[in-house]
């Protein structure tokens, strides 16, 4: 499916009028009335050109003012294309309000060939955010043989062209990421992964390497979940994006992803069985991490990124490993497998172990549907950020607000290090020992054994990666989070 376009246009009337519609926001006042919001100037243009009055025709319908509710007001047809505006809520103005209303726009009008022009933000944070959520709203999947290739184009008032470019890089990178997502884990296994990588690497020239078979000897964790799965077995994918030398030292940062193409839990089969459906998007953490970096090389930050996937199915077969199996992580930590749904966290050990090792990196950073119980204190709007430098962690709240994927700074609680211990390996991955029902926080501490001494920071995301309904910026499925807040994050570096 293609995504919707974005252009940037003047605010002038001729280019304004040219589209098919119109796009203006509106505020609720506390005394219900109505204040309309944007480009004030080329808002009363149009008013008078169609000679409409908008307040009036907003009052009519009495709207509530919840970000996101639109209005669609006809507008009689000059010699100009367009013959309506869309006036859409803008609820308290702030930031995520302007995503909603802009999530909602796009929603309206997806799968449509319509061409909007819109005057919704001023503010070049509130424009960006603008152009990201409309493409995001409008985003769809669909593998129904009659689906048609139509999308919208949003040609939004914009100072600075680059703004928009911007916005559509980021935006089509959450895209690709959430096309990953959707994808059924009958089309993508641990190769087909590999496949979608090389192709991001040859658009973007990134080095790529991925390693298979044999070459996954030291990859206990990996070999013992994906092995489980006859064909084509696990991979391991690294893409490197290196900016051009300057002489100067410039930042390494790792990326990790969870890449489990499908859990089934294994041997230790997932319950409740209802969850097993939303397993598909289990590599949600791969996808971010892969379309991240193939958005650098456009961006062009000064700071080097690798992306390591770790990609494996979790089947349930003859080969699948065993509840009690002990096995041996890259760089040599054994550990007691006890629960074989648990497996994003050993795949995940493998490549912060080898991250650790060979890639030097000032900054890990881990980003994985890991565990059920993330789900439970923070819900769906926010994942989970493990890290235990406080500074980093406030840095990647406060980008993660101002890009739309919001984290909020979880605690790795020391008084829960016993439940990892095991009798006979150097760990246990469940945190079977002790009590302490703190899933997800006990994951945290299991992966914090293979990070050394660099600085690290975990996002479990197992309840913002997939969207239970069509709703805010997300269709049902994929949500593409992460993308956002490393993209922006990498870029203040
Ligand atoms: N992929 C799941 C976590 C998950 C659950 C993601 C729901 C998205 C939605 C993970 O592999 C898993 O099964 N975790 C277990 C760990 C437990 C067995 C220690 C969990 O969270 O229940
Ligand atoms: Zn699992
Ligand atoms: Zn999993």
Redo the contacts with the bound molecule.
Sequence with gaps: MPYAQLNSIEPSLEDIVSADAIAVGFVKSEDSTFELVGNINAISTIEKFFDIDLIDEISFFQPGGKAGEILEIPISQKATKADRVFVIGLGDQSRQSHRLAAASLGRKLRGKKITVSTLLATDSADIRAHAISVVLGAYTWTLKSDSTSDQPTFNIVSKDEKIIRRAEVIAYSVCRARDLVHTPSNIKNPLWMANQAQKVAKEGKLSIKVLAGKELAQFGGLRAVGNSSPKPGPRFIQITYSPKSTGKRIAHVVLVG?G?TF?T?GV?L??PYD?MM??K??MAGAAAVLNVVGALPELKPRVKVTALLMCAE?ALSGTSQRPSDVITHYGGTTVEV????????LVLADGLAYADAKLNPDYLIDI????????LGLGRQYGAMYTRDRALASELVAVGESSGDRLWHMPLIDDYQDSLESDIADFN???DKGDYSA??V??ALFLEKFTGKRKWVHLDV??T??SESDAGESPKGGTGFGVRVLIDWIMSL
Excluded: F, Q, V
């Design positions: 969870k489990i859990d839990g230790s997932k319950r969850l939303a397993m998007s289990d979790n006890l629960d074989t749904d648990a497996e994003g966290r994985a549907t890991l565990t059920g119980s993330a789900t991955h469940t945190a899933g997800s006990t994951a197992a309840g990666a997939r």
